[in-house]
């Protein structure tokens, strides 16, 4: 039964490391696009694809807890973790699609927002992959996963369009507003993985 409850955990793990890898994936599109090495509408193109293989990695983890008879962490705090993954995802999605939609120009100001997304999804795949064989240390990295300061970099390139009035310093400001939707997910999932193991192992 250990046997088989490990490979099961595994098996779970799995399915939400491809989806954090997606989230990475989409968080890469809008790098492209953001520093003009990809054209907007292929862009969306890109961010499509992404983020069906999200998709479809969710709905292949929904359906495996519903056949399974055990977790790594509670069932609930699995779905609340696997929700805030493709939440980010969603909101980097329509991050990349505004862009195209507001005729936004490549602008250095999403680049370190986006950096500190990348290092936050960077150190949730390390947590989700020590979640079978060392929840505790899983804990400590998801708390990691919260430290690459998305808001202090959403603030600080806000606070530098201030000087600024315009069409283009409101298309910024709303662009990075979506990134910082998707730093409050990444919390919230780096939470969900967090609470999960204090209620397993506490």
């Known amino acids: 039964m250990r046997d088989l409850a490990g490979a099961n955990d595994r098996s779970l793990v799995a399915v939400i490391a491809a989806q954090v890898r997606c989230a990475e994936g989409g968080i890469e599109v809008a790098r492209q696009v953001t520093a003009g090495t990809v054209d907007p509408a292929r862009a969306r193109q890109l961010i499509g694809v992404v983020e069906h293989d999200g ?9 495996r807890l519903r056949r399974s008879v055990t977790s790594p962490i509670d069932r609930e705090d699995l779905f609340r973790l696997s929700r805030g993954v493709d939440d980010v995802l969603d909101a980097t999605r329509d991050f990349v699609r505004e ?4 005729g936004a120009a490549p602008d250095p100001l999403y680049g370190p927002v986006l950096d500190r997304l990348a290092g936050g999804l ?20 998801a708390a990691e996963a919260k430290k690459p300061g998305v808001r202090p ?9 201030m000087p600024e009035a315009g069409p283009r310093s409101l298309v910024l400001v709303l662009l990075l507003g979506r990134l910082d939707v998707a730093g409050e997910r990444l ?4 939470d969900a993985l967090a609470d999960g ?5 506490q």
Do not use: C, N, T, W
């Not at 919390?187 to 780096?190: G, V």
């Not at 193991?197 to 192992?201: A, D, G, S």
């Open 55 to 63: 998709d479809a990695h969710r709905a292949a983890l929904i359906g």
């Open 99 to 102: 862009f195209d939609l507001f």
């Open 122 to 141: 960077a150190r949730l795949d390390a947590a989700v992959r020590l979640l079978p064989d060392a929840p505790r240390r899983a804990a400590e990295a």
């Open 153 to 161: 970099a959403y603030q600080r390139s806000v606070a530098a369009l």
């Open 187 to 190: 919390a919230a999932a780096a």
């Open 197 to 201: 193991v204090m209620k397993r192992f």
